[in-house]
Structures are given as C-alpha cells and as structure tokens.
C-alpha cells in the first residue's frame, strides 16, 4: 500500500519534565540518540514507508525543533508546524492541527515514543475495519508503568490505570493511531484535554468502537531517565528498528 498521500500528525510539544537532566531544557523529542535529535530519526523511519507529509504539533521550546528542521525539505519532506499559545494537552494539540489536515483519514503519533509498526498495514486494518480510530496496541510483559487496556475481539473495552502491584504481561496504549477527520473535529477548539485520560474514556462511555491494532514488536517510552538510558543503550546495539538509521540523508550530515 502507498503512504505517499497520508498525512502524519506528530504530538511534539511535552515538556520533558522527567527528564529534566537532559540540557538545555529541550522539548523531549529533541533529546539527542545516537548523535541525533530522536525526532529526527522518528522522522526518517516515517520517510522510509514513503510518508512526505508531516504536520508537527509544537508547543514547548518550539523553536528549537523548527530551527532544526524548517519545511523538511534537505530530509525530503514537508513539514508543517502547528503552534500552541498555551499547553491543551493531546486531545486539544490533535484538534488545533486539524485546520493543517485535509484527508480523511490521519495516521497521529506521539513524539516521545517509538513503536515498530507497519503503518502500510496498521492503514489498512483501519480501513478494513471502517471505525473512526484505530490504536496501537502493544504486548508488553509488565505493564505495571502504563497501565493496560482491555481488548476482546479487536475492540478496546476500556483502560486500567497503573498498577504497581500487578507485573503480569497485557496489551498497553502503543501511541499509535489512526484517526478519520470527523472524529478530531468533534473535539471541542481550544479545550486542554488528553487523548488517554479524556477522550479515549469518553469514547468508550458512549459506544463509539476504538479498534485495537495488536503488535509484539520492538516499543519504548522515553519518559523517564531510565527509559531514555535504555532506547540508547538499544539504539547503539542496532536492537531498535529504526529504518531510516543508516541514511545518508540527515541534517547535519
């Protein structure tokens, strides 16, 4: 299946408040992995499944990411920024892009998060499915740091909050989705909301089917300290399938 015309919206603008150890109080997908801004090799992972268009959703530090990567066009893309006055969380980031989006149908990523899926194939289970959101779940054999959802017959049913306690293996929120464009323009402009918290939840309470797209590939949240330790750690042992690693087409290079 061809990517080309499928629009991305990337969810930039975290403030990084757990990784506060990092310098210069960057926006947490501009810390640096394997020499590189990790945005940037989340960018050309993209590229590689012929994806060009690339709305960024920027709010903290926002400059940092625009200097380092302008209309994308030296890594071959186009890339468009919508700006946040103030912080509306996931949900009121998603729908302040909206005016930026004009298929209908849009593949959302967060930007502190990778996820090895294959997004010609995640598109098409969307499709085959005909619901207004697909998401991304991710077999994970602890999910005490994510909570987990509860998914039967490739529906999600609902969401479980963290549980310190309970270690066991489920499904957790992978961070990836597929959205139709009535379902973002329903969000009400300008609200601060979180997609996990907020709008998945309420969703769910009121019978719209959020369809599961289940993968055991490679995942991480860079959240905290540890976690970023460990993507590096991954990255420089070649264990994180990052597509675009080794291409000669980088900034900066």
Not at 17 to 25: K, M, Q, V
Not at 75 to 100: F, K, V, W
């Amino acid at each position: 299946m061809t990517l080309s015309s499928l629009e991305v919206v990337l969810l930039v603008g975290g403030l990084g408040t757990r990784l506060s150890s990092e310098p210069g109080d960057l926006p947490k997908p501009m810390v640096e992995v394997g020499g590189y801004p990790f945005l940037e090799h989340e960018l050309l992972h993209l590229r590689e499944f012929g994806i060009r268009t690339i709305i960024l959703a920027v709010s903290h530090r926002h400059e940092a990411i625009e200097q380092r990567f302008g209309d994308g066009t030296p890594l071959e893309l186009s890339i468009t920024y919508s700006r946040e006055t103030h912080p509306l969380g996931t949900a009121g980031a998603l729908r302040n892009a909206l005016p930026l989006v004009y298929g209908d149908e849009v593949l959302v990523l967060n930007g502190d998060s990778f996820t090895d899926v294959d997004y010609g194939e995640l598109l098409q289970f969307h499709r085959t499915h005909g619901g207004k959101l697909t998401m991304s779940a991710f077999h994970n054999s602890d999910c005490r740091d994510y909570g987990r959802l509860q998914i039967s017959e490739g529906q999600v049913l609902g969401f479980v909050e963290k549980e310190h306690s309970d270690s066991s293996p489920g499904y957790i929120n992978a961070g990836v989705y597929v959205f139709s464009r009535d379902l973002i323009q329903s969000i009400r402009p300008g609200v601060v909301a979180s997609l996990e918290n907020e709008l998945f939840p309420s969703l769910i309470a009121s019978g719209e089917r959020i369809y599961a797209y289940c993968t055991k590939g490679y995942f991480i949240d860079m959240g905290t300290p540890q976690r970023l330790q460990k993507l590096r750690s991954d990255f420089l042992q070649g264990v994180v399938p990052l597509r675009g690693v080794g291409s000669a087409k980088r900034l900066g290079s």
